[in-house]
């Protein structure tokens, strides 16, 4: 009984108002109720390109630096240039870019990555985001005015704005004209389903489904070197061990022609571990989120825990203090934040460092 | 090769060619262990091509005159096995099954909560992706959320803001769908030159699902929707990204687009955003927002991160498409595929996956010579409309180098491109939507290799 056609529902259901009718609240009786101001407050966040959303407040460049070195640059570099956890940021713009809201570098094939100030038209995308998502372990944490201020700094940083200036819910749209890459989007593709944006409607590209001597005799263009041959580990091991193929050894060369030995032995799956000690750990990195920052056996921002490990075998009271204390210099200059981790959990985390961290 | 269409069988061809009596034979044979019958026949079939040695190679009649997995009867054959739900109450692949993973790419992102697994393509079958082995992706992390604390909340342009409870949404009538999910980036390293060795990292960012829930207008027209005004709704995720996307509003008034709680017949996986996520059928996944907290319903765009800054795709004049969302018809051969290696000569089945964003898939052409000539393989059914669709062809190996490629065309008439021609519009920098025709080469060793030709 509640099987409608689509079409004739929909057209049921607008009025001349251009809303839908109470019918929908009719034929649902007893379902959903009003959400409070309070709880639309709570969660309505979203800020529009036309700043529709924003919140009244503001924020100096100078308070956005202290507010960047403190929770921002362990991950996007002292100034917003660090590609090591995420892209750039900060870079690639000119003045001549804030002139004609086309990012130029972006036209050019050889110039090395593209940064956030690169490619973002809209403003009010930076201030949403960092209000919504950043800091990355702590989202939702700053004030109103902080995001002004950190949005604030990364437009300095930038070159939009001078060393001096105070962002706001008042100038931002004035701010708003001198986005480096302002002019740089375009709707007019096919990718977008709806009519929504006037865009194109053929796609644009047209293959035809030729079924004989299509093409001229293919020749291999590109393929990956011998030496990336196990850079995703040992295929075999990527394989069911029985199938039409199997996975090819990568730990070996390549096999030619004329070589005896299998070309695929079936590879049985490696065995869990099991380490309930490990998964003890793994829960408390998670609920720390350690491991933002911190790999098993690979350096993100800071140590692998394995190269922790190898440093500092066995001592479990230094590994503790440095984990409520935090540090820098030692692995380099992005600082660690001190931890509020008891001194129980610090313990079983240290522990199994010190043992080797094991996975 | 053959130039019939719509067949799927051997066709006649300069080389490799059996017809289906004769694999039949083969096979029998085969199982016999008669050896030097298959290399007679295949020596037939193939006059003037150097007869394939040992076929039957794998499958060897021992010398001490039996195989002993058959003579010696396995534990399992004298045993007794184990009970029922000593398994935890919820069963588990096979052990011997552990190698079917779903992975990371090495080196593609410096976190694993702003990341990436990709499906183990190249072991499925059919056109449902194991839940537990949906390819994941994750902007902050993934969590387990409390279904009976979830809340969803509708608002902007509305008559009254509306919250929904769970319970509330499970009991509307339900709707149950099978659809693809591709993210926008899948195949994204390959769009300059070959940079992944297998279909798990050239193709794994998509999967196929048979989703449960509500549709999206439904709870719009509890909430009384302006649906004339209101031409965009913005997503928007309960996570730490709290993602955000914006929707057209005509694909919501289609019926198309639904929030939804069940996957595969039971509720979604938290990496999946359990309890709810919304579904955008044919769009790229970063629409399909997770752990659904909030719609709102609005008059302009939201330009959100994920379509402000990131999922835009660079163009060869420096402008970026804006709001590209459609994943355009593809397809790609799952075995053989890079990574993999034929263990000998003779029958094979070449099977892999199509999709469309736009509708059906209607046609799926193979080539074994790398785009020369085309033979039509047979769709398994069912074709559905925005779901994965399984394709089969024939095959048999001559032991020669043949670079395999797929061509899928949809129901718009839509043929899948080549990388020349997406390129010769694209260029190579624009990162998502990358639907070019995929090329694995076999080689004589047996060893197949991603590659790309010109």
Redesign the interface.
């Known amino acids: 009984m509640f099987r409608f056609p689509k079409a004739i529902l929909v057209t049921a259901l607008i009025t001349a108002s251009g809303f839908a009718a109470a019918q929908g609240a009719a034929k649902f009786p007893g379902i959903g109720r009003d959400a409070t101001p309070k709880e639309v407050a709570a969660w309505d966040i979203d800020v529009r390109p036309d700043f529709k959303g924003l919140p009244a407040g503001s924020g100096t460049v100078a308070a956005g630096q202290d507010i960047w070195e403190g929770k921002c640059a362990q991950c996007h570099g002292f100034f917003g240039e660090s590609g090591e956890v995420f892209s750039p940021i900060i870079g690639g713009v000119t003045k001549d870019d804030i002139k004609t809201g086309h990012v130029a570098n972006l036209r050019a094939t050889n110039f090395p990555g593209r940064t956030t100030f690169m490619k973002v038209a809209s403003l009010s995308t930076i201030w949403d985001f960092v209000n919504r998502a950043m800091p990355w372990n702590a989202p939702k944490s700053l004030s109103t005015d902080d995001v002004y201020a950190v949005t604030a700094f990364m437009l300095n940083l930038s070159g939009i704005v001078p060393d001096n200036f105070t962002l706001s819910n008042k100038n931002i749209a004035e701010v708003q004209k001198l986005m480096p890459n302002r002019n740089g989007m375009t709707h007019a593709h096919a990718l977008w389903p709806g009519k929504e944006f006037n865009g194109v409607n053929k796609p644009d590209t047209q293959n035809v489904a030729c079924m004989k001597d299509c093409a001229p005799e293919p020749k291999v263009a590109s393929f990956l070197p011998d030496f990336a041959r196990n850079a995703h580990g040992n295929l075999a091991e990527q394989n069911r061990m029985v199938g039409a193929q199997h996975g090819a050894d990568t730990t070996r060369p390549e096999r030619k022609v004329g070589d005896t030995e299998s070309p695929a032995r079936a590879t049985a799956p490696k065995a869990d571990s099991g380490n309930n000690e490990t998964k003890a750990v793994l829960a408390l990195m998670q609920k720390y989120t350690c491991a933002a920052c911190h790999g098993i056996d690979k350096k993100i921002v800071g140590p692998a825990f394995m190269d922790v490990a190898k440093k500092y075998p066995g001592q479990v009271d230094y590994l503790i203090k440095k984990m409520q204390s935090g540090g820098v210099g030692i692995w380099g200059q992005i600082p660690m934040p001190p931890q509020k981790i008891t001194d129980a959990e610090a313990k079983t985390v240290a522990t199994w460092i010190a043992a080797g961290a094991i996975k | 090769m053959g ?1 019939e ?1 719509g067949s799927g069988r051997i066709q006649k061809a300069p080389e490799s060619f059996l017809s289906r009596d004769g694999i039949k034979t083969v096979f029998a044979e085969a199982k016999k262990g008669r050896r030097d019958f298959i290399r007679s026949a295949f020596a037939a079939a193939a006059a003037g091509v150097a007869a394939p040695v040992a076929m039957a190679q794998g499958n060897p009649v021992p010398l001490e005159g039996g195989d002993p997995n058959i003579l010696k009867l396995p534990e399992h054959s004298t045993g007794l096995g184990q009970g029922v739900a000593s398994d935890g109450g919820y069963g588990k692949p096979s ?7 779903r ?1 990371q ?2 080196g593609l992102t ?5 990341s990436v697994s990709f499906a ?1 393509l ?2 499925l079958f059919g056109i449902v992706t194991p839940s537990g082995l949906h390819f994941e992706r994750h ?2 992390g993934w969590w387990d959320i409390d279904p009976s604390k979830h809340r969803l ?1 509708i ?1 902007g342009m ?7 409870t769970l319970d ?1 949404i499970m ?3 339900s709707v149950s769908r099978f659809h693809f999910i591709e993210c926008g980036a899948n195949t994204a390293v390959d769009w300059g ?6 279909v ?2 050239t193709h794994g960012m998509v999967s196929c699902s048979e989703f449960t829930g509500v549709p999206l ?16 709704v ?1 997503a ?1 995720g309960a996570d ?3 993602m ?1 996307r914006t929707i ?4 919501i ?3 198309e687009v639904f929030v939804a709680y069940g996957q595969n017949g039971e509720m979604l996986r938290p990496e999946q955003g359990y309890p709810l996520r919304l579904i955008v059928p ?2 790229q996944g970063v629409s399909w927002v997770k752990y659904l ?2 719609i ?1 319903v ?1 008059d ?6 994920d379509e ?2 990131h999922y ?15 994943q ?1 018809c593809k397809s790609v051969v799952t ?3 890079g ?5 000998d000569k003779g029958f ?2 070449i099977t892999g996956l199509a999709w469309s ?1 736009r509708g059906k898939v209607k ?1 799926v ?1 193979v080539s074994t ?7 039509t393989a047979r769709l398994e059914g069912p074709t559905l409309s925005k779901a994965l669709t399984r394709f089969n062809l024939d095959w048999v190996w001559d032991g020669k180098p043949a ?1 395999i490629q797929s ?1 899928a ?1 949809d129901e718009t008439g ?5 990388y020349k ?2 390129r010769s ?2 260029g190579t ?1 624009s990162i998502y ?1 990358n639907n070019a025709i995929q ?1 694995w ?1 076999v080689q ?11």
């Open positions: 130039d269409l052990k011997f099954e552990a190698n079917v993973q992975r790419s090495p410096q976190t694993t909560q702003a183990p190249q072991s902007h902050q909340m608002n509305v008559k009254a803001s509306k919250v929904f509330e009991r509307l009538p030159n070959v940079a992944v060795p297998t798990q990292y207008i439904t709870l719009l027209e509890l909430a009384g929707a302006d649906l004339k005004n209101g031409k965009f913005l928007e730490g990204s709290s955000t057209p509003m005509s694909l008034l289609s019926g044919g769009v907290r909030r709102e609005g302009m765009p939201y330009g959100t991160k402000a800054v835009i795709d660079l163009q060869p004049d420096g402008q970026h498409r804006q709001y590209s969302s459609i355009e075995t053989p595929s990574g993999q290696v034929l263990l094979y089945n964003g046609r052409d010579d790398g785009g020369r000539n085309w033979r670079i061509r065309m839509f043929v899948q491109p080549t021609q997406l519009v694209r920098r939507h090329s080469l004589e060793s047996g060893e197949v290799k991603n590659v790309q030709v010109s």
